[in-house]
């Protein structure tokens, strides 16, 4: 019941926005049953392994799921294809596995605007998005920031923001950003 009442809060404050439930790590230790039942107005599952991937499926979800991480190895391309999972793209190997891909799969690729975790720096995202349109793959784009739930930490969510909006400007399609503490914020 929390877990729906939290969905249907984040759809007031997002608007018309579609929401990704993330649920690595077991649901936060609340179980993947648990947040496929209390979750299951979502728009998508967000998960870090294909595993997590398979039993959502095996639990009849139709919708859509994205591997949070992408690909670990090029041989989880037909497990993808398989179970019609979205890939978050962030590094040059997946970029490399993916374009020797000829079924187009959704893919989000994962810009660095500060968090310094995962993702192409600014300056190398532009030409890992082309090499994977070339490919024909569904292109998206997403970042993550770093700072979301301090507002007066260096880099802001603005700084972050601007940096994301120059890097995909001219370039199709769908953005994915704001995790909970950007929505409240």
């Given amino acids: 019941a929390a877990l729906g009442h939290n969905l249907r809060r984040v759809r007031e404050l997002a608007g018309n926005s579609r929401i990704w439930s993330v649920v690595k790590a077991r649901a936060y230790g ?6 496929l039942a209390g979750l299951s107005q979502t728009d998508g599952f967000a998960v870090l392994d294909i595993d997590d991937a398979r039993w959502l499926r095996s639990q ?5 799921i994205l591997l949070l991480e992408g690909l670990f190895q090029e041989s989880d391309i037909p497990s993808v294809m398989e179970l019609d999972c979205d890939v978050v793209v962030h590094s040059a190997n997946q970029v490399a596995w993916l ?10 690729l994962k810009l660095n605007s500060g968090m310094n975790r995962l993702g192409f720096r600014p300056e190398a995202y532009r030409l890992a998005y082309h090499r994977l349109h070339a490919a024909g793959h569904r292109m998206n784009h997403m970042t993550h920031f770093a700072n979301a739930d ?9 700084a972050q923001m601007e940096c994301f909006t120059k890097t995909i400007d001219g370039l199709a399609g769908e953005t994915s950003l704001a995790n909970s503490a950007a929505v409240l914020w």
């Fill in 60 to 64: 009849g979800w139709t919708k859509r």
């Fill in 150 to 158: 301090y507002v007066d930490r260096e880099p802001s969510v603005g």
């Fill in 99 to 108: 374009e020797k891909q000829a079924h187009p799969i959704t893919i989000f």
């Fill in 30 to 35: 609340h179980s993947l049953r648990a947040a």
